[in-house]
């Protein structure tokens, strides 16, 4: 959806790195949202924010920090990688009721 | 908490027959929405259909159709006349109505259409 853009695509990084992962929006909603997916548990919410400088931890938020200085953009940093992290990271936005429209995914390989 | 369970983790039919995908859920909200999402090879996320809990009637999209049954906390998806391109993970999601629509994703269910 051209609303939601991530970056980068994919991404292999060395353990004890930091990463920092990229959404930005352009539909200029409220809501942003960082979920990781992983074979049998679907997607995990991590952080999530309802407005500049506002954010919330999710259910899988260890090791992971966020923040949204601009509405249109919210970014995901694992401050030192772990290969448990290694994972397809999605961002989403929403408007109230709506659903969702998810960005296009990040795959995360930490090696 | 809430949480979201599809007991069928991967499911076959041949194309053109009708397919039903399970999922039960736990809340005790009043109030809420259930979506079902396809995600295809491409690993992209689309919405496929959309329910809000006040509303009794099932949601439609064309072939595919809904049967939600709230006291049961049941909400099945049916994909009628299944074509090639259906096959995908599908996840059912539920969402709350207050503040941040923070959605809980079950487990998701493999669908493969055959020729």
């Known amino acids: 959806d051209a609303g939601i853009t991530q970056s980068p695509r994919h991404k292999v990084t060395e353990t004890g790195t930091p990463v920092t992962l990229r959404c930005h929006q352009t539909?200029?909603?409220?809501?942003m949202y960082w979920y990781r997916q992983d074979p049998g548990h679907g997607l995990r919410l991590i952080h999530y924010?309802?407005?500049?400088?506002?954010?919330d931890k999710g259910e899988v938020s260890d090791g992971y920090s966020v923040s949204r200085s601009k509405t249109e953009d919210f970014l995901l940093t694992l401050e030192s990688a772990t290969s448990s992290q290694t994972s397809v990271y999605f961002c989403?936005?929403?408007?109230?009721?709506?659903?969702?429209?998810f960005g296009s995914g990040t795959r995360l390989t930490v090696v | 908490a809430q949480t979201v369970t599809q007991s069928q983790p991967e499911m076959s039919v041949q194309e053109a027959e009708t397919v039903t995908l399970s999922c039960t859920y736990d809340t005790s909200e009043n109030n809420y929405y259930l979506f079902w999402y396809k995600q295809p090879p491409s690993r992209q996320m689309i919405l496929v259909i959309r329910q809000e809990a006040y509303k009794q009637q099932n949601a439609t999209e064309n072939r595919f159709s809904v049967n939600f049954q709230k006291a049961a906390k049941s909400f099945s998806l049916k994909i009628s006349d299944s074509q090639l391109g259906d096959t995908a993970m599908y996840f059912c999601?539920?969402?709350?109505?207050?503040?941040?629509?923070?959605?809980?994703f079950g487990q998701g269910t493999r669908l493969t259409i055959n020729p």
């Open positions: 924010s309802y407005g500049v400088k506002d954010t």
């Open positions: 989403a936005i929403s408007d109230r009721g709506e659903g969702y429209t």
């Open positions: 539909e200029n909603h409220r809501y």
């Open positions: 999601a539920f969402g709350g109505n207050q503040g941040a629509q923070k959605l809980v």
